[in-house]
T-cell receptor, first 113, second 112 residues
């Protein structure tokens, strides 16, 4: 069974540039999450989807961050414009509606110069 | 507000030694508790979870954890550490359905 796939694995951009991350969850998993992981910290939830509906986006900085999950499968997280403080790892995870049993991708590491 | 504390940022053990990683939580009701492991360059993987019932839970890779309500703790243990256990370990508490709050992690280093 294929796991959660994220791309790109690494991205280096200059500040004020846009960036997008893509996530393909495990087949059949209806819940999808985007987490932010700063260096030396635990993951922090940015947004959670149930199918195509964003059910928890309270921690998503909506002035520059946006996300979508068209057709309730793949998802894209976008930052525009990026700031230096956005340098972090962006993790995608999916689950089959079981509390806490999240399956994580390898993450997308963003460096903003 | 719910929170998780992992007091140890970095732990070093010798291969074959026993291991205990500490986790304390703050949560009003009976919590859902989890341990995840993150190897370098890898995604987080669920080691074990506690929802209810037996307070000693067994997980993958020979790990176990014990829920102690009186101490608000959910410490992770392994009787004999292998070099491949070197990784970052995260404790998490489930806030309602499907929302996890993670601790800051404990980095485990294993010496031969």
């Amino acid at each position: 069974e294929a796991g959660v796939v994220q791309s790109p694995r690494y991205k280096i951009i200059e500040k004020k540039q846009p960036v997008a991350f893509w996530c393909n969850p495990i087949s059949g998993h209806n819940t999808l999450y985007w987490y932010l992981q700063n260096l030396g910290q635990g993951p922090e939830l940015l947004i959670r989807y149930e199918n195509e509906e964003a059910v928890d986006d309270s921690q998503l900085p909506k002035d520059r961050f946006s996300a979508e999950r068209l057709k309730g499968v793949d998802s894209t997280l976008k930052i525009q414009p990026a700031e230096l403080g956005d340098s972090a790892v962006y993790l995608c995870a999916s689950s089959l509606n079981k509390v806490g049993e999240l399956f994580f991708g390898e993450g997308s590491r963003l460096t903003v110069l | 507000a719910q929170s998780v504390t992992q007091p140890d940022i970095h732990i070093t053990v010798s291969e074959g030694a026993s291991l205990e990683l500490r986790c304390n939580y703050s949560y009003g009701a009976t919590p859902y508790l989890f341990w995840y492991v993150q190897s370098p360059g890898q995604g987080l993987q669920l080691l074990l979870k506690y929802f209810s019932g037996d307070t000693l839970v067994q997980g993958i890779k020979g790990f176990e954890a014990e829920f102690k309500r009186s101490q608000s703790s959910f410490n992770l243990r392994k009787p004999s550490v292998h070099w491949s256990d070197a990784a970052e370990y995260f404790c998490a508490v489930g806030e309602g359905t499907d929302k996890l709050i993670f601790g800051t992690g404990t980095r485990l280093q294993v010496f031969p």
